[in-house]
């Protein structure tokens, strides 16, 4: 195609445009009741509002057989900022999931939840329910900011606590102003508006080129994997209280197999802000990307191209010069992990903090792990908060020393705490939600890894290394939902049964991993993990981490730049 027949922007670019700050029709959709779905163009719009068109796809094959339209579900994506709920909500959202969707909670890699299940009579009545109980799903996807992350504990000190402030207000700012939300699921009566009035200062009548991440992480732990998004703060203290951010810009997991042009991108750190100066520099970088964004390819509209296609210093010196302003020099930090502290913590506020393990976030019951029953008899009496980590964890959060012996019995009671038999590397595994519900996925991940890591902790246990921590990360296709490039053990589907295993990313989240076997099946993966891991028993070096001992025995090399992923 030359330059000349390249379109200008994307189908989704003139949707969005025709879109009247996204009412499209969703409105009259929900209420066609000749299908299950709604119209494809108002599929792209319900994003914004927090919702996805999907089908079961465990039904495809026979549905077809049966001449049937797709089992149309939706998923609908709940956003906390840091992931914080009240017990109250928490209850409400076990509620809703099991009187509108499947009967299950998932907690995200970014510290939201998702509903899956939905049929399109329930949708609005859903979405009401959310609201209800002061929660919303308002872009939780779509082009626009999604949920903001940071470490879930603002009572670890009290730098934790001002930084969680600091994300709410950067959620804040950056949500959509339309009102199109409130008509369409709350009943708002439209009011005519000049388009001035209702338009979107911050981004304009067609959005964002793309999704658009921020996340705040505080040193040492790098639990929000502040490499990994659009724009990430360090914070930086100063004593005890927040001297300000390490600004990070241009991180981004996803890719498509076979087209190297995609990548994911490690952010660079250009500088440092004062914490008055956070929402100014947020505002700065969204509207760079908004202006300088890829808008006719959407596989090349992230920030992390627009960075990597202009420089790093094009883009300092751009922000800098929308901001009147230059940045201060990036000041030291250093991040230890980027995993969960499972069990108790106190707080600085004196209150207790419980760390559960989640397997890849799926709140569900099972036979011997009564995981949302144990939680919503916890809810009914626990009177602080419950927190989602960024690794798919939940947090029974502000516990008091009275009520702690009643909450430890109740999850006692119903195992929820059962650290024993969990080795640590499953305690450090996360997998993306993939099949059934996942249009994108081309094989199983949610599903399979938890039979795989039993597998693979045979392999660990046999060579003496059940308590070593070594992040493992699975998705069932290459966007990466999962983070698994910054694991030190990265799983990509490539289709049904098969897998990229990518090593040697770093156990802070700080280096990306590279391609080790491509396209591999279960068997196949033992063969070639056992050897090394069984090598690294012996001759990993004391305190050495998995994903550098890969490197320094030549496994694979280490990936300075996103560019050179696929080198
Ligand atoms: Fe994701 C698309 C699930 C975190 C990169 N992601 C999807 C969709 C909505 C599939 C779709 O577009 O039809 C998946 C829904 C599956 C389902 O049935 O629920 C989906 N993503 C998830 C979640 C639920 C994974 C999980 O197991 O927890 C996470 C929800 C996050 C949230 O609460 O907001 C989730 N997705 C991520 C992350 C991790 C992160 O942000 O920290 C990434 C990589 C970081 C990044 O954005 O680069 C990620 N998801 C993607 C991409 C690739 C984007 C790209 O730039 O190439 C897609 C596909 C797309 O956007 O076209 C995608
Ligand atoms: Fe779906 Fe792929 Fe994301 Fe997994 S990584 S949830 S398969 S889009």
Same mark, same amino acid.
């Given at each position: 195609m030359n330059d000349q027949t390249k379109p200008q922007r994307s189908r989704t670019e003139i949707i969005k445009e025709n879109s009247n700050y996204l009412r499209g029709t969703i409105l009259e959709g929900l209420v066609d009741p000749i299908t299950g779905a709604i119209s494809e163009d108002d599929t792209q719009l319900l994003k914004f509002h927090g919702s996805y068109q999907q089908d079961d796809r465990d039904l495809?094959?026979?549905?077809?057989?049966?001449?049937?339209?797709?089992?149309?579900?939706?998923?609908?994506?709940?956003? $906390?900022?840091?992931?914080?709920?009240? &017990?109250?909500?928490?209850?409400?959202?076990?509620?809703?999931?099991?009187?509108? $969707?499947?009967?299950?909670?998932?907690?995200?890699?970014?510290?939201? !939840?998702?509903?899956?299940?939905?049929?399109?009579?329930?949708?609005?009545?859903?979405?009401?329910?959310?609201?209800?109980?002061?929660?919303?799903?308002?872009?939780?996807? %779509?082009? =626009?900011?999604?949920?903001?992350?940071?470490? &879930?504990?603002p009572y670890q000190s009290e730098l934790h606590g001002e930084v969680y402030e600091w994300a709410n207000k950067i959620a804040d700012f950056l949500l959509p102003r339309t009102r199109a939300y409130y008509e369409i699921w709350l009943d708002e009566k439209p009011v005519v508006r000049s388009p001035d009035v209702e338009q979107e200062p911050i981004y304009g009548r067609t959005y964002m080129p793309r999704k658009f991440k921020i996340v705040i992480a505080v040193p040492p732990s790098n639990d929000v994997d502040v490499y990994a998004h659009d724009l990430g703060f360090i914070a930086i203290s100063d004593g005890n209280s927040l001297a300000g951010f390490n600004v990070a810009v241009g991180g981004g997991m996803g890719m498509t197999h076979s087209e190297p042009e995609t990548y994911p991108r490690l952010a660079d750190i250009i500088g440092f802000c004062r914490p008055e100066q956070v929402i100014e520099v947020t505002e700065q970088v969204v509207k760079i990307q908004r202006d300088f964004g890829d808008r006719a390819n959407r596989k090349h509209a992230r920030l992390k191209y627009t960075i990597d296609d202009r420089g790093v210093d094009w883009f300092k010196d751009e922000l800098e010069s929308r901001l009147g302003w230059q940045l201060e020099p990036v000041r030291l930090f250093e991040f230890t992990d980027n995993g969960d502290r499972y069990g108790w913590v106190k707080g600085t506020n004196g209150k207790w903090h419980l760390t559960l393990f989640v397997e890849n976030g799926r709140i569900q019951d099972t036979d011997d792990f009564p995981i949302m029953t144990g939680l919503r008899e916890i809810a009914k009496v626990h009177k602080g908060d419950f927190r989602l980590t960024p690794n798919q964890n939940l947090i029974i959060g502000n516990v008091g020393t009275k009520q702690k012996p009643?909450?430890?019995?109740? =999850?006692?009671?119903?195992?929820?705490?059962?650290? #024993?038999?969990?080795?640590?590397?499953?305690?450090?595994?996360?997998?993306? =939600?993939?099949?059934?519900?996942?249009?994108?996925?081309?094989?199983?991940?949610?599903?399979?890894?938890?039979?795989?890591?039993?597998?693979?902790?045979?392999?660990?246990?046999?060579?003496?290394?059940?308590?070593?921590?070594?992040?493992?990360?699975?998705?069932?296709?290459?966007?990466?939902? +999962?983070?698994?490039?910054?694991?030190?053990?990265? !799983?990509? %589907?490539?289709?049904?049964?098969?897998?990229?295993?990518?090593?040697?990313?770093?156990?802070?989240?700080?280096?990306?991993?590279?391609?080790?076997? #491509?396209?591999?099946?279960? %068997?196949?993966?033992?063969?070639?993990?056992?050897?090394?891991?069984? @090598?690294? +028993?012996?001759?990993?070096?004391?305190?050495? @981490? !998995?994903?550098? !001992?890969?490197?320094?025995?030549?496994?694979?090399?280490?990936?300075?730049? %996103?560019? #050179?992923?696929? $080198?």
């Open positions: 495809r094959q026979e549905r077809r057989k049966q001449k049937l339209e797709p089992a149309y579900i939706f998923m609908v994506r709940v956003r $906390a900022t840091g992931g914080i709920v009240t &017990p109250k909500q928490w209850l409400d959202l076990d509620h809703i999931a099991r009187t509108y $969707a499947n009967g299950t909670i998932r907690l995200t890699t970014r510290q939201s !939840f998702q509903l899956h299940g939905v049929l399109k009579r329930n949708l609005k009545q859903t979405m009401k329910e959310v609201n209800a109980t002061l929660l919303h799903t308002i872009a939780a996807c %779509g082009d =626009v900011n999604r949920n903001v992350m940071c470490n &879930p504990n009643k909450i430890d019995a109740m =999850v006692e009671e119903y195992k929820l705490n059962d650290l #024993e038999h969990r080795s640590a590397l499953r305690l450090n595994s996360m997998a993306c =939600v993939a099949l059934p519900t996942c249009g994108l996925a081309m094989a199983e991940s949610e599903r399979y890894l938890p039979s795989l890591i039993t597998k693979l902790e045979d392999v660990m246990m046999e060579a003496g290394l059940r308590d070593d921590a070594i992040t493992l990360r699975m998705t069932g296709c290459p966007n990466g939902c +999962a983070r698994p490039y910054i694991a030190e053990i990265g !799983f990509v %589907g490539k289709s049904i049964g098969h897998y990229n295993v990518y090593l040697g990313g770093g156990f802070t989240g700080d280096r990306l991993g590279k391609l080790y076997r #491509e396209g591999i099946t279960e %068997g196949k993966i033992l063969a070639e993990l056992t050897p090394i891991i069984k @090598h690294y +028993a012996k001759e990993g070096e004391k305190g050495e @981490h !998995f994903g550098d !001992f890969v490197i320094r025995k030549g496994y694979v090399k280490a990936v300075k730049a %996103g560019r #050179e992923f696929h $080198a």
